[in-house]
Nanobody
Framework: QVQLVESGGGLVQAGDPLRLSCAAS????????MGWFRQAPGKEREFVGT????????YYASSVDGRFTISRDNAKNTVYLQMNSLKPEDTAVYYC????????????????WGQGTQVTVSS
């Protein structure tokens, strides 16, 4: 069992940066690939990006590629989502997830989920 807790969400203006954190506890965090997803009101959960268990590879959705960066610190059991040049369309609840699929981009690729953190980008 892995417990995940996201933090760092908030209200920002378009163009601002924001960094989300996801702290893990429970079974070995470093064994899992970590993903970030988001869900806007009335929309399906959307893939944002993922990082492999050792941090050696990442993969991003085209909508965020070049603006968002995922990193992880296995010593701190934490994964980060650095978001730059935020746009109003990035407004959503952001979730981190842990799973075993290499560079998985589907929610079903992940077994454990956090409760989410709200990010709101004003224009």
């Amino acid at each position: 069992q892995v417990q995940l807790v996201e933090s760092g969400g908030g209200l920002v203006q378009a163009g601002d940066p924001l960094r989300l954190s996801c702290a893990a506890s429970g079974r070995a965090f470093s064994n899992y690939n970590m993903g970030w997803f988001r869900q806007a009101p009335g929309k399906e959960r959307e893939f944002v990006g993922t990082i492999t268990w050792g941090g050696g590879s990442t993969y991003y959705a085209s909508s965020v590629d070049g603006r968002f960066t995922i990193s992880r610190d296995n010593a701190k059991n934490t994964v980060y989502l650095q978001m730059n040049s935020l746009k109003p369309e990035d407004t959503a609840v952001y979730y981190c997830a842990a799973g075993s699929v290499y560079l998985g981009a589907r929610p079903s690729d992940y077994r454990y989920w956090g409760q989410g953190t709200q990010v709101t980008v004003s224009s």
